[in-house]
Each structure stands twice: as C-alpha cells, then as structure tokens.
C-alpha cells in the first residue's frame, strides 16, 4: 500500500520549488497555486522570501499537492496520506477532503496568525537521544530553577523530541539537555513556536475561519497530527488542520498507525528526507523514498517495484 508523507517547517530550501519535477501536473499546480493567491509563487523560494512564514508555509503546501499529483497521473495514487504540522494541508488534499485553493487559503491565514502572534523572538529545537519522558522532566526543572518555559511541540520518534519556546529559553534549555545527555540538541529553521499553547489564540480564529470552508468526507485514509490516528469525517480532518499548531504533534504515533494499516511503502513529498530518516531507522520493513533525492521517473519505478514484491 502507497502512502504519502508531507513535511513541515524546516524542511523549506532555497529554490525549492524550482527544482520540482518537471511534469505537466507539476506546472499545472503552480500555475493553480498562482491564481488563487493572486502572485507568482516561483517567488515564494528565494532565501530572502523564505524568512517569511507565509512563504514557507504555503510553499510547502504546494511542493506536496504538485508531487501528489504528478504521481497520481502516472497511476500512483496513495491510499493514506499524513502530514506534520503544515504537512497535514496537502495530507488532506491528497485524501479528497478539501479542495487544493481552500487549502492554500486555510495555510496562507494560518501562517499569518501565526506570524503575527510571534513575528519574532520564538521559534522550534530539536532534541535527540531523549524521550518524552525525560524531556518532559528537563523542560519542568528548567520552569521551576530559571522560570524559563518550553514546550513539547512533536514527538517525531521515540528519541527524537521537538520543542517551542522563546529564543532565550530554548538555547539555555539546549545546553541543558546537551549536559543531560542528549545526543544532538539543534535549533530548526522555524521562526514560530508552533505546537503549542502560546497559539491558542490564533487556533480560535484560524477554527472560525475554517468553518468558510468546505470539507468533504475523505476518500483516501487521512491520519491526524494531534492522535496520530486515522480521521474518516470532515469535521474531523477540519478540527485537525485548524487545531495542530496548538497541539503536540504525535508524529511517531502516525507513522506507527500507518504501518499497522499495512502501508508498506512511504514517500516523502519534496523538499526534505527527514521524515524518510525516521521512517527507515523505525520501521525497517517498510520502504520510504524521499522524492526530492530521486529523479521523478526513477522514484516511479522503485515505487512500482516495491509494490509489487
């Protein structure tokens, strides 16, 4: 079974979009993302154009639905799609349960929320080589000796922990958890403490906004970012989407869900690998593909090849 995995913030890279695959879906896409933004997103990639979380947000978005796409025209439809973080948009697209435009529409005021609640001073890390547990227990201490707060934003592999916060707070917290004896503690290309309680606010109004929207029940199996569990309504894909830059991202929990449902083939929509990493060293039985590592026609074969052994 063909599953699609969209990433999120961090993944972005000057000219992302510019070395899509070029296929006629591809082109189609971009030129549709245009329209309905009323710009030329091939701007949306430059390293200035990239500090901008918009950009970056509704780039990403569109990387995914371009790829999905291109692969459905050559009859590689996936039957589950999952998203981390702003991942969830084209997730939703590639299940049938929101048009393309009203996604890009959803993003876009997503990311301004967001930006505008933060527009500086804040952003992501990631931890490595600690659980849950045991970041939770350091992010608790750190509260309580230096009243300093962060919080846990994903859970991406049993070991591997995102958190949010301010700036100050997450390099003290860092050095912290590097002296407690984490592996890797790194600071993420994201400008925004995205996944936690600090947008609580912006969730509120991105729900309203949400409600303009129309969604329809999925076609494909669409599996949620708060739960890592399938969703099968549209009001519950719609609360998902409008809902998981408040909430932790049980991103582990996904991946688990979708193997358990018998995807045994995951790729990874442009521009990065790093949910393809996580898949390989977790789940080894699986094959995931990174598709911007891989020529499109080679990516089609080895996905052909892999379904049918």
Not at 129 to 144: I, K, P, Q, Y
Not at 198 to 224: C, H, K, M, N
Request: net charge negative.
């Amino acid at each position: 079974m063909l599953a699609l995995l969209f990433p999120g913030q961090g993944a972005q890279s000057d000219g992302f979009l510019h070395r899509l695959p070029q296929h006629r879906a591809v082109h189609d896409t971009l030129a549709e993302a245009s329209d309905t933004l009323g710009l030329d997103v091939l701007t949306l990639d430059t390293s200035e154009a990239l500090n901008s979380t918009v950009a970056v947000q509704v780039g990403l978005t569109i990387a995914g639905v371009a790829l999905m796409r291109a692969l459905a025209v050559e009859g590689l439809t996936a039957q589950m799609s999952a998203g981390l973080s702003v991942g969830a948009y084209p997730a939703a697209v590639s299940c049938g349960a929101i048009e393309f435009c009203d996604a890009l529409k959803m993003v876009r005021r997503r990311a301004e929320l967001m930006e505008t609640a933060y527009p500086s001073g804040y952003g992501l890390a990631a931890i490595s080589g600690l659980s849950e547990h045991e970041v939770e227990t350091l992010a608790a201490r750190h509260a309580d000796e230096v009243q300093q707060r962060v919080y846990i934003g994903n859970v991406n592999a049993p070991r591997q922990i995102v958190i949010a916060g301010a700036n100050d707070a997450l390099d003290a917290f860092i050095a912290r958890a590097l002296a407690t004896g984490a592996r890797k503690a790194t600071r993420l290309a994201v400008s925004v403490p995205s996944h936690c309680e600090l947008l609580a606010q912006a969730t509120d109004e991105l729900l309203a906004y949400s409600r303009e929207l129309p969604f329809r029940q999925p076609r494909g199996v669409y599996i949620g970012n708060r739960g890592g569990r399938p969703l099968y309504t549209a009001d519950a894909i719609r609360e998902d989407l409008a809902t998981n830059m408040r909430y932790t991202v049980r991103w582990f929990d996904a991946l688990t869900a979708m193997q358990e449902m018998g995807a045994n083939v995951l790729v990874e929509a442009p521009p990065g690998q790093v949910l393809t990493d996580i898949a390989r060293e977790n789940f080894s039985d699986t094959t995931a593909l990174a598709a911007s590592t891989l020529p499109f026609e080679r990516l089609m074969a080895t996905v052909r090849r892999r379904l049918t052994e």
